[in-house]
């Protein structure tokens, strides 16, 4: 079913909307092409669903969706107060999010695909791109792009939904309690994957146990006896046993259900043997990525796909398969250094296994280390926790950028060894600035990484470094 499967007065029905009065004669029964959100897509045939955000509002382009020619245009305020061009195809919905949800909901509700829905603190991407090239070897499979898991992204990734998919790969993100619910109540999985309960959000959630409460919403929208597949190394998610019906561990150490063995890295990936007696998985497999982190995402993903049928070798292919996402934990070579390009998203729980990845390499070691954002009345002490951690690992340069760094910087120099040094800059803008000519000269080969809250923008540090370096070359 494509999506022209869906009218105009469907809309009207699935939103509790309420159309303008003097519509065009057969509007109502006329099928829309597709749902946008924003005037600078396509929007020609389309559903135009005005959205308010901090610094824009939607209403504002309705105009613009109309000349783009969308079909019908959403409003959120009261019936009959649209006093533009082509009232008459407006559809009074309030608020406009819940109507999309609803809509993303309908629609979903047409197609008979499984679905696996991801959520975590950290290692949602990663984990869902491995889910997704796992159940790809069995199944036509359509995932979240890029990072699409909000309440926005979630229903476009929805409504791309085709007869010829068979599973459905959604992540789900969030920042305030009741988010990840109304995604699962949308999107309905069939599997639900926790990756961890880390400090992500603490700004806005108070406690790693209000994290753990957000997170959990992402059950809300599954059946009881639906599979939830969960870190069993998570001290936050095994206080969930018993409180489930088929609750399916990931981990290290045999209590897991699957459960990793003989890790051997290489700088670059990680080779182990991936089991699950209880489910009949026994593989040898390298992960095309390194650190122990990649191993429970794979892990989680080896889990997913085997209990919706995937066969032990396609479950090899499929991890083997992986590549990361640009910025996340992208290695590459550029001139002299090994570029590790993590520089995405940052956590603690992150940024230690980014350090972890780091030690690893040989030669001298540069860690590039931003802002860890939304952390709350804790950030102070997380920051100086990662200094101290950088320094254990063996960092022979940290470069701290941002205000909240210089907490790195003090507890790097708390814990530095001899030939340890620290730089500290403020301005994480101005550094970026500043880099190629005065930070760049200063390193010596080896490995750099970057790594920083994606406010920082310490990508474009990894960009300059991908222009200065014609050679640039992958692992």
């Known amino acids: 079913m494509s999506f022209t499967g869906i009218r105009v007065e469907d809309v009207i029905r699935v939103c509790g909307g309420e159309a303008a009065g003097g519509a065009p004669p057969g509007w109502l029964g006329r099928a829309l092409a597709g749902v946008a959100t924003d005037t600078r897509e396509d929007v020609n045939g389309k559903l135009f669903v005005p959205l308010k955000g901090e610094k824009f509002d939607g209403h504002d382009f309705i105009g613009a969706a109309f000349?783009?020619?969308?079909?019908?245009?959403?409003?959120g305020n009261a019936p009959g107060t649209y006093t533009g061009e082509n009232k008459n195809r407006i559809i009074y919905a309030n608020p406009t999010l819940k109507a999309l949800l609803e809509l993303a909901a309908y629609y979903k509700s047409l197609f008979s695909v499984k679905t696996i829905a991801i959520t975590g603190s950290s290692g949602k991407t990663t984990t869902?791109?491995?889910?997704?090239?796992?159940?790809?070897?069995?199944?036509?499979?359509?995932k979240?792009?890029?990072?699409?898991?909000?309440?926005?992204?979630?229903?476009?990734?929805?409504?791309?939904l085709e007869e010829r998919h068979e599973a459905l790969v959604l992540e789900m993100g969030m920042n305030h309690f009741g988010e990840i619910r109304s995604l699962s109540v949308t999107a309905r999985p069939d599997l639900a994957v926790i990756t961890n309960i880390g400090f992500a959000h603490l700004e806005n959630l108070g406690s790693r146990e209000g994290i753990l409460w957000a997170k959990s919403e992402i059950f809300d929208g599954m059946a009881p006896d639906a599979a939830a597949v969960l870190n069993g190394n998570d001290e936050y998610l095994r206080t969930l046993a018993g409180k489930r019906e088929n609750i399916v561990w990931f981990g290290f150490g045999k209590a897991n259900d699957f459960f990793a063995e003989e890790m051997e890295r290489?700088?670059?990936?990680?080779?182990?043997?991936?089991?699950?007696?209880?489910?009949?998985?026994?593989?040898?497999?390298?992960?095309p990525a390194p650190g122990n982190h990649m191993v429970l995402n794979a892990l989680a993903a080896a889990a997913a796909g085997s209990l919706l049928g995937v066969a032990p070798d396609g479950v090899r292919r499929g991890i083997e398969a992986f590549e990361n996402c640009e910025n996340r934990m992208d290695i590459y070579k550029a001139g002299g250094f090994t570029v590790l390009d993590d520089a995405y998203n940052a956590n603690p729980a992150s940024v230690k296994a980014a350090l972890d990845v780091l030690a690893e390499q040989s030669g001298f070691k540069t860690a590039i280390l931003g802002d860890m954002l939304e952390l709350g009345a804790m950030g102070a002490r997380l920051h100086v926790e990662i200094g101290e951690y950088a320094a254990r690992k063996g960092v022979d340069r940290l470069i701290a950028v941002g205000p909240e760094s210089a907490r790195t910087r003090d507890g790097f120099e708390r814990r530095k060894g001899p030939g340890q040094t620290a730089a500290y800059y403020p301005d994480a803008k101005e550094f970026a600035g500043i880099f190629k000519d005065e930070v760049m000269p200063g390193l010596d080969e080896g490995a750099v990484l970057i790594k920083a809250s994606h406010g920082m923008a310490l990508s474009g540090v990894a960009k300059i470094l991908r222009g200065i370096y014609t050679g640039v070359r992958k692992h």
């Not at 869902?128 to 359509?142: M, R």
Request: with cysteine.
């Open 266 to 287: 290489d700088g670059f990936g990680v080779s182990c043997r991936l089991r699950s007696p209880r489910y009949g998985l026994d593989i040898r497999v390298r992960i």
């Open 128 to 142: 869902k791109e491995l889910a997704a090239g796992v159940l790809s070897q069995k199944y036509n499979t359509l």
């Open 144 to 160: 979240t792009e890029a990072n699409l898991n909000n309440q926005i992204g979630v229903p476009k990734t929805i409504f791309r």
């Open 67 to 75: 000349a783009g020619g969308a079909l019908a245009c959403l409003f």
